[in-house]
């Protein structure tokens, strides 16, 4: 009982990682219709702007005194990160994804990938390809309560990533930018004849969606402990699953399908072999793709000529 | 003479004339330069194969490097087994090696097409940007797969039970004979009443569907095709290198495929032939620059998809452009 309530905690800490990056694949993908493969870089970037952020804040020399890193230092290295991130995320969206955006849809998937594969290899380049240990912007505290270990880390990671979520739904509910983005996915055309600034909507639609991976990017290392360049592919590949888990373009959708896959990646290493905890991301996605394409909280949408 | 002596005729020269360049590479040229050669059929292989679903059919398989594998796998495993069966049953040692060489060729091709068809099923009743992600997934898979099968050398490979590895089948001979079978069998099939499905797929999916169309089975049984093509390539790769290794399947060599294609043309068989020569030739120039390999073809893509997304080609054929075109004066005249 204890080991499950255990797995289940881990399941949902990794889980609201993955769902920090199903939003940013999701919303991209609800008004452009374009599967953003360098999305899972930019959450790398992320993770490695955080890296050295906290290397410039000086946490090697406070790691070494025995002191914790403060807390307004992590805040600043958590918002540097999504910035960058959002800077990256426009420049792609601006360099690579705009110029071919009426083209047949297959160029910019191919564009897509060719950046994807651009920063890896740049990444791999710039940070060098060994993984690098994560600094420990949070000093880990365990509890204890029957059995069931609970640190301060994975309650952060949860308690970070609702915290965003929240706050997206709240800017896509509530404010202006939100509604334009929620009439550029219902029909782009018509929202364009309205007097939406298109190129301004999406560009802040990579923009919100590349910082909620950068914060996704932090989890990770302090969730993991080490990073690497090529870290984007795999934890990329399962947060698209896990937007399409949900129902591809539903913002809802994404968080419950990343907490999902989350939730199956943690039982499948508990309790069947850690060898699977890959695959079972891959074997939901055929399922799905099988039994129920529109995904679980997605809306039937019949294709027009 | 009938059409199909004609074409029974073609097909021996053809081959004849394979298997004599083939003697003169192999007596003229350095193993280095034998080896370029050897690797660029086989990458007129994986082009070809790829185009047909990349290209012609307009769905994007971003893992055809598993395929590959299964193909690699499968036939070098079929082969091990047969053959010393094969080499009781027939004494003549260069006729029993063809004969396994090609009947573990054929087992790989046909377990990698079945992957094609498990994978197609779920992936392609739906866009074609799905198939995308599900085979990205496979070739991550089966990599892992082969990386913990005991029985398949695990990590190291699969060497056969002969310490000096695999029997080194693969030859000129054999690697071209293949590529021009494919190169025959993909082109009858793309300019023949179901190739022009596929096109129509490609261009309009609902429209091709309104037209009565099977899109999903006909996509399918491409899909199938070209990863039974994959595999192909595979197998003679396993015979070439005398082993299998997982981290030859590794998704780079998926990419590598992709540049294959989209350099020569998306759609155009006779690009996608330029193209795995290009790719062939480019890593062997290459080998010492192996970490900015990748970078180049990264930017390559994304410059291609910018400036000319057709590819060099598009989807002409290399002999539309060498004809000459129809002077505009004789039109007018013979009316």
């Known amino acids: 009982m204890s080991q499950l309530l255990q797995q289940i905690i881990n399941g949902l800490s990794l889980g609201s990682i993955y769902a920090l990056i199903a939003l940013g694949y999701t919303m991209v993908y609800g008004i452009l219709k374009l599967i953003n493969f360098a999305h899972g870089e930019v959450f790398m970037v992320g993770a490695y702007t955080g890296y050295y952020a906290a290397g410039v804040l000086g946490i090697d020399a406070i790691e070494r005194q025995g002191h914790s890193f403060p807390l307004y230092l992590a805040l600043i290295v958590l918002l540097a990160a999504m910035a960058v991130a959002a800077l990256l995320g426009v420049a792609i969206e601006f360099f690579a994804y705009r110029p071919v955006r009426s083209a047949p849809r297959l160029t910019p998937l191919i564009t897509a990938i060719g950046v994807s594969l651009f920063l890896q290899n740049a990444g791999m380049l710039l940070f060098s390809p060994n993984p690098q240990r994560y600094p420990a912007i949070l000093k880990e505290v365990r509890f204890e309560f029957f059995g069931v270990i609970v640190t301060n880390v994975k309650l952060t990671i949860f308690g970070v990533a609702l915290a965003l979520m929240l706050g997206l739904h709240l800017l896509v509910q509530k404010t202006w930018t939100g509604r334009a983005m929620r009439a550029l996915s219902f029909n782009i055309d018509a929202a364009k004849l309205m007097g939406i600034d298109t190129n301004r909507v999406i560009r802040s639609t990579f923009a919100i969606g590349s910082a909620l991976a950068a ?13 690497n360049p090529l870290m984007g592919v795999l934890t990329g590949l399962k947060a698209f699953v896990a937007a399409v888990l949900g129902g591809i373009g539903s913002i809802p959708g994404a968080v419950v399908g990343g907490l999902l896959i989350g939730l199956a990646e943690q039982l499948t290493a508990g309790y069947l072999s850690p060898e699977y905890r890959d695959a079972i991301t891959f074997v939901i996605l055929i399922l799905i793709l099988v039994l129920k394409p529109e995904g679980l909280l997605g809306v039937v949408r019949v294709e027009k000529v | 003479m009938t059409r199909a002596a004609l074409r029974t005729a073609v097909a021996c020269a053809v081959l004849a004339v394979i298997y004599l360049l083939g003697m003169a590479l192999e007596a003229g040229l350095t193993d280095y330069v034998q080896r370029i050669a050897l690797l660029a059929g086989i990458n007129v292989i994986l082009a070809v194969g790829l185009n047909l679903i990349n290209g012609t059919t307009g769905q994007f398989s971003i893992g055809h490097a598993g395929f590959m594998a299964v193909g690699a796998y499968g036939a070098a495993f079929v082969g091990v087994q047969i053959a010393p069966a094969l080499h009781a049953a027939i004494h003549v040692d260069a006729l ?3 004969l396994t060489f090609n009947v573990a060729l054929v087992a790989g091709a046909i377990l990698a097409g079945f992957c094609g068809f498990l994978v197609g099923i779920p992936s392609l009743r739906l866009r074609g940007d799905y198939l995308a992600v599900v085979t990205l997934g496979f ?19 699969y ?65 199938a095709f070209s990863a039974a093509t994959a595999g192909i390539a595979g197998g003679l790769f396993a015979h070439m290198q005398a082993g299998v290794r997982p981290e030859d399947f590794r998704f780079e060599k998926s990419i590598d495929m992709i540049v294959m294609i989209i350099v020569g043309g998306l759609g155009s068989i006779s690009g996608a032939i330029l ?12 080998r010492d620059l192996q970490q900015y390999r990748l970078v180049l073809y990264a930017v390559l893509l994304v410059v291609i998809m910018l400036v000319r997304p057709q590819g060099l080609l598009g989807t002409r054929e290399l002999h539309h452009l060498l004809r000459k075109r129809p002077k505009s004066g004789k039109a007018t005249g013979a009316a």
């Open chain 1, 215 to 227: 914060a996704g990017g932090i989890l990770f290392g302090l969730d993991q402990i080490t990073i």
């Open chain 2, 96 to 98: 029993a090696n063809a």
């Open chain 2, 139 to 157: 070739g991550e898979i089966i990599r892992i797969l082969f990386n913990n099968a005991k029985f398949l050398g695990a990590a190291t490979g």
């Open chain 2, 159 to 223: 060497f056969g039970n002969d310490p000096s590895g695999l029997p080194t089948y693969t030859s000129f001979f054999w690697v071209y004979a293949w590529a021009a079978l494919i190169v025959v069998l993909v082109h009858n099939l793309t300019f023949s009443q179901t190739g022009r499905s596929l096109i129509a797929i490609r261009e309009d999916e609902i429209a091709a569907e309104a037209m009565a169309t099977p899109t999903t089975r006909l996509k399918v049984i491409a899909f």
């Open chain 2, 275 to 286: 193209g795995g020569i290009f790719v062939a030739v480019t890593l062997e120039l290459m």
